[in-house]
């Protein structure tokens, strides 16, 4: 891997300020080619300890910085981040298999939490409340919550750790973050700068290993630890909130979806086409906010899906890498194959299948953005989670039925709605059970605004100033005379 930065290319976990190596490690590979990457050492549940322990030293020291001295070395983790960022894209492409120029997009996003808490975190006011008594005083303060432990997935190997480590460490809170062990190679990128930027030892620390299990449980039970992060599935998610629970901590949850996206008959149809296509080949569709079920007015149906499959069968396949490409592989060759079973037990149940439908000659982690039409509400591909390139097409004539069949799911992370009636757009964005609703447009997240889900999509919000509060606890003080 030709890098202009070399010593941002690491293969140790980062443990209290030191990379340190294990007894084996673990392949990391190219999801395009196959290509060994590298191998990175293998942490054990003894490292896991280790690295709570490191964080646990390290609180009182950070917690004790004024607001502006963390902030200070946050914006220089920022900044050493913007000016690697062609580096950290070449690493997250290669690991992960999204295209560069989408790669540079994430590295950006992710960087822009780092700031943005860094200037937030001066801001973490208390207040004063007229008393009950005029022998007494009242007044709360915000404080950090302690070490915060973090499990993180591999479509979002960047991202998905500022937009936790970042509004954590402005707290004046410490980390121990497990990254996926398909991609761990961007976390360790990002450890490194954090680092050169001067966050002192043990404030944040990285441990990869392959016994996801164990080191799970000294995540969510070692008792130092007060507060556990997670974003990845919602079954793997119920299973670390139940670990948690035998020490009550705090947890945020950012977890499973299955997005609707609703095309009314008075939507502009280039706008919900160009929406649809941005939410859904994404990344290959391996994002959590992913259109799931596209539901179109039974007035405009033909016209939106030949639009769609015109547009979807421009978008160029191949290593991100490879100039124009727009859509790379899945993360592994087993997601492909997921994704197969879902288009296949859908056309055994009816649906059609207007593109794709196959996989591709490029790499066996290749499969064809595919769009479906024929779709019903209790085939498997309306049902599970996507994670893949595929676009089911279903049909609607009303409202209210639309309404109700968008939020007959368990999840409840984001939804997406086409119409240019404004009265329209209001009543369906509030009648739809989700923590998220897009209205004309298919990207939404940004660091300022809070993300997250209802029902069995999560716990919490990641971004905005709810962001930052789940990483405080609220002391009331009270004082008599």
């Known amino acids: 891997m030709e890098l202009a930065n070399p010593d941002l290319l690491r293969k140790q976990n980062y443990i209290n300020g030191q990379w340190r190596d294990s007894a084996s490690t673990i392949e990391v590979r190219d999801p395009a080619s196959g290509e060994l990457l590298a191998g990175v050492a293998d942490a054990s549940p003894a490292d896991a300890e280790a690295a709570v322990a490191a964080a646990h030293a390290a609180f009182p020291a950070w917690r004790d910085r004024t607001a502006g001295e963390r902030a200070a070395v946050l914006k220089r983790w920022y900044q050493l981040i913007m000016e690697n960022v062609d580096d950290l894209a070449r690493i997250l492409t290669l690991e992960q298999g999204k295209p560069l120029a989408e790669a540079k997009g994430e590295i950006a996003y992710g960087a822009s939490y780092i700031e943005w808490y860094a200037e937030e975190c001066r801001r973490a006011y208390g207040q004063t409340i007229p008393t009950h008594n005029p022998a007494m005083r009242l007044h709360t303060i ?288 509030e009648a739809l059970e989700y923590g998220m609703v897009a209205c004309n447009a298919g990207v939404f997240s940004t660091t300022v605004a809070p993300f997250g889900g209802s029902k069995e999509s999560g716990i919490g919000r990641e971004g905005g100033v709810e962001g930052m509060a789940e990483f405080y606890e609220t002391k009331y003080c009270c004082y008599g005379a």
């Open 142 to 429: 915000r404080q950090p919550v302690g070490v915060v432990t973090c499990i993180t997935p591999w479509n979002f190997p960047n991202a998905m750790i500022t937009r936790k480590a970042a509004p954590a460490l402005a707290a004046g809170c410490t980390v121990v973050i497990k990254p996926a062990s398909e991609t761990p190679l961007s976390a360790l990128a990002l450890c490194q700068l954090a680092e050169e930027a001067g966050l002192p030892a043990g404030t944040i620390n990285m441990v990869v290993g392959s016994d996801s299990p164990a080191i799970g449980r000294v995540l969510t039970q070692d008792e130092r630890v007060a507060k556990f992060t997670f974003t990845g599935s919602t079954a793997v998610g119920k299973l670390l909130m139940a670990q948690c629970a035998s020490g009550v901590k705090k947890m945020s949850m950012e977890l499973g979806g299955n997005a609707p996206f609703i095309v009314f008959d008075d939507a502009d149809l280039e706008t919900a086409v160009s929406a649809c296509v941005a939410t859904k080949m994404r990344n290959a569709g391996q994002t959590c906010v992913s259109t799931n079920r596209i539901y179109v007015h039974e007035a405009v149906h033909d016209e939106f899906v030949e639009k769609l499959r015109a547009r979807v069968a421009e978008l160029k396949i191949g290593h991100g890498y490879d100039e124009g490409v727009t859509v790379g592989p899945l993360i592994h060759r087993r997601a492909a194959e997921r994704v197969a079973g879902l288009v296949q037990d859908a056309a055994a149940a009816g649906a059609r299948i207007e593109l794709g439908g196959d996989f591709l000659p490029e790499g066996e982690s290749y499969y064809a953005p595919t769009v479906l039409t024929g779709v019903t509400d209790d085939m498997r591909i309306a049902r599970e989670e996507i994670f893949g390139p595929l676009a089911p097409v279903q049909k609607f004539s009303d409202e209210a039925d639309v309404i109700r069949r968008a939020n007959d799911t368990p999840y409840g992370l984001a939804a997406y709605v086409m119409s240019e009636n404004i009265h329209r757009a209001n009543r369906v964005v």
